[in-house]
């Protein structure tokens, strides 16, 4: 069983990991290297502190621990090169290794530093030269305090598959040269989207978890909104990134409302809304205004804020401005056409225009070799065909849409609306 200082020290590492990473990465100019020190560092503390108490500063002693390795490492690598002589005529070795002021260097970091060293530390554990499962990980690693264990855990895969993941995006970034630096230009917009489609999948798989036994996973969606916060912070000036931050509030706001008692799920037109939470609305639509501040041109996070925020004001779901969300999907589908954002539409146009219009957009998606394995196109078909009175083949869709599901709690869902219609 842990400790007070274990708990303790568990919870201050998972709030001050990144700024830690951060700042070593900043010294040291290689992203591994400065997790591996972060790392000694937690291992120190874990020894320490249960034998000497808990510092009056813990996130200022584990941070100073950092420096002082880093500089331990750099000091290292110094007399090193001294040692090999071909190193020390290589100027770009020579600029790398030296550090003019070790006495700057172990100065507290001005919260603005902090700020732009963990932009910085974003946008290396997701650039694009790693794969996305690999950024997923990483950032999560890096900026999310989580082990390895509570990576594999939550994404139903196996620690030492994680672990791998891990190992190799480290040495796909070294491999690579990848700069420890915040990108300018045409390459930020890149690295953006980038940064932010790990964090909305991240927020994704906790809000509708693919596989498994529960039908979401907090710790994950309360990781992602985490990052998105960060992000706000550190890049203020970015309209997609308080778009994201926008949505991702507004959903999360109805996390209480979206299962019963017994985990199973309610959809959005049977929620009770007095359990969205109020105070996650408002920083949503905060953000979204924000967003829409920054940039008359919506990009797709923000279009779909825009549209969470018709649910959110909405007080009952028949008070829902649907032909508003279904122009919003129009709108997306120009700005960032997919079949998913097709189905959406569809979802929406039925709802505002009545269930034929709905169910003629989505038989045309039908065909569509993206969404074949896709069970929400079925579950929208049997929804819709189970309005228009055509219950055989409702049923059947609900059918075809349980044989597709991963979750479990999706899968008995859906088979239970079957079931209701072969009656």
Known sequence: MHSPVHETLATVWRMESAKVVAT????????????????????????????????????????????????????????????????????????????PDFTDALDEARQDEIGDDLLRLVFTSCHPVLPTDSRVALTLKLLG???????????????????????????????????????????????????????????????TATAGDDWMRPAL??????????????????????????????????????????????????????????????????????????????????????????????????????????ALYGELARVAPSPVVELNRAVAVGMAEGPAAGLALVEKLLEDKALRQYHWLPSVQGDLLEKLGRREEARAAFERAAGLAGNAREKTFLLERAKKLSV
């Not at 502190?49 to 002082?68: E, Q, T, V, Y």
């Not at 390895?148 to 690579?176: G, M, N, S």
């Not at 501040?293 to 909405?314: D, F, K, M, V, W």
């Open 221 to 326: 969606t309360d990781e992602a909104l985490r990052l998105g916060r960060m992000l706000a912070g550190i890049a203020p000036g970015e309209p997609e990134v308080h778009g994201l931050g926008a949505l991702m509030e507004l959903q999360a706001s109805r996390t209480k409302a979206r299962t019963d008692a017994e985990g199973k799920p309610i959809l959005l037109a049977d929620q009770d809304r007095s359990r969205w939470d109020p105070l996650l609305i408002r920083r949503g639509l905060a953000a979204l205004e924000r967003a829409e501040t920054l940039s008359t041109q919506r990009g797709p996070y923000t279009l779909q804020a825009a549209i969470a925020a018709c649910h959110a004001r909405a007080k009952r779901a028949d008070a829902t401005d649907w032909k508003r969300i279904a």
């Open 24 to 99: 070593v990465a900043r010294m040291v100019r290689d992203v591994p290297i400065a997790e591996e020190l972060a790392q000694e560092v937690l291992v120190t503390a874990l020894e320490r502190w249960p034998a000497d108490g808990l510092p009056d500063k813990p996130a200022a002693w584990l941070m100073a621990a950092a420096k002082n390795r880093a500089l331990d490492h750099l000091r290292h690598l110094q007399m090193q090169a001294r040692k090999h002589e071909e190193l020390g005529r290589d100027l770009e070795a020579q600029e790398a290794l030296i550090v």
């Open 145 to 207: 305090g989580l082990t390895t264990h509570e990576i594999a855990r939550a994404f139903l895969v196996p620690e030492p598959t994680i672990a791998q993941r891990i190992v190799r995006a480290k040495q796909k970034l070294r491999d690579a040269k990848v700069p420890f630096e915040s990108p300018r230009g045409e390459d930020l917009q890149q690295r953006v989207a980038s940064v932010l489609e790990v964090v909305y999948l991240v927020f994704n798989e906790g809000y």
